[in-house]
């Protein structure tokens, strides 16, 4: 009897402590092992630590719960935990953010960074929260380069007639056409099918997706038009988020913060090893362009959408930032 009361008790509290812990996905529309995937995985390793086990993690990778306007939505009525995506369809959400997708606004990796991490950024974020969503943090995506299968882009006139897969947002839809492309949106889990069966021509990611998804795999030309910095956001679900205590939250933000580390180390290395690992999958890759040509163009097509309605104040001081 004495026996079966203690492995009584012991099974009781391993149940006690399955259920103490506490599980938390995180979607992506990328491969676990993507600069995506490799930010969840730090978020993870870090939020486990910090809570002492009662926090573990998740990926769900690949699209699996949906394109990133998908995932925006899931997260405001909870059905989604949390989500680390491109900032491309935040605008449809926080107008304000459309002011990061403008052709040529950052000079570099640096100046996004202090960007992101500045006032600004913080100022993004709190307009992020009161759309029913957490922002923790800004990841990155990189900078945007062109893609296709008819031919190689070196000036905007190549583009003409080219039918490119843009994200889901006016302003990227606006420079495109301004371009004399054929801007499609679509979400990004369709795009690798709308490649391979000619639906569309071509696509524009940064090199870190390109790698990830094996674009190469349907596309022959690469060209490095840098013509957008695309940020990325980790976001959390309020109905997660709101029921966590005050300490939780902080191991969360803390979680966060490693998840951007690693994010952007990983964008880091593939920018250096990104373009040799395209040509060695067979893509013929262009890395001299000069970039004064599309910038005329995309900037007079796109940067009245936003101006027109936000005004240039917050284009001036993304400039002005050192």
């Not at 925006?72 to 304000?96: C, H, K, R, T, Y």
């Not at 062109?146 to 302003?171: C, F, H, I, Q, S």
């Not at 994010?263 to 250096?272: G, K, P, Q």
Request: net charge negative.
């Amino acid at each position: 009897m004495k026996h079966y009361i203690l492995g009584t008790v012991a099974a009781f509290a391993l149940a006690s402590a399955a259920e103490a812990q506490q599980r938390v996905v995180i979607a992506t529309i990328t491969s676990p092992t993507s600069h995506f995937g490799l930010g969840a995985e730090a978020f993870f390793d870090t939020l486990e630590e910090l809570s002492d086990g009662k926090f573990v993690g998740e990926q769900a990778p690949a699209g699996q719960l949906g394109g990133e306007r998908d995932l925006i939505e899931g997260l405001q009525i909870g059905s989604v935990d949390m989500a680390l995506i491109s900032s491309g369809p935040l605008g449809n959400f926080v107008p304000e953010a459309y002011a990061f997708d403008l052709p040529f606004l950052f000079r570099d990796y640096d100046h996004a960074r202090a960007v992101l991490d500045g006032e600004i950024g913080q100022e993004l974020l709190e307009k992020v929260n009161e759309q029913n969503l957490v922002g923790l943090a800004w990841g990155e995506n990189g900078f945007r380069h062109v893609t296709n299968n008819v031919r190689p882009v070196l000036a905007p006139e190549d583009l003409d007639g080219l039918k490119m897969r843009t994200m889901e947002n006016k302003v990227h839809m606006a420079a495109f056409t301004g371009l004399g492309a054929s801007p499609t949106p679509m979400a990004f889990p369709e795009l690798f099918g709308a490649l391979q069966t000619g639906v569309v021509d071509g696509q524009e990611n940064p090199v870190t997706v390109i790698s990830a998804s094996k674009f190469w795999d349907v596309q022959k030309y690469a060209s490095l038009t840098g013509h957008v910095y695309s940020p990325a956001i980790l976001l959390a679900s309020p109905v997660l988020f709101d029921g966590l205590t005050e300490e939780e939250q902080g191991w969360f933000y803390e979680a966060a913060a490693a998840a951007v580390e690693a994010n952007r180390a990983e964008v880091n290395r593939l920018e250096e090893a990104g373009v040799a690992l395209m040509r060695e999958n067979g893509m013929e890759v262009t890395t001299q362009i000069d970039k004064a040509p599309f910038a005329r163009l995309a900037e007079e097509a796109s940067y009245g959408v936003y101006t027109d309605e936000y005004g240039s104040e917050m284009i001036e001081r993304i400039k002005a930032v050192e």
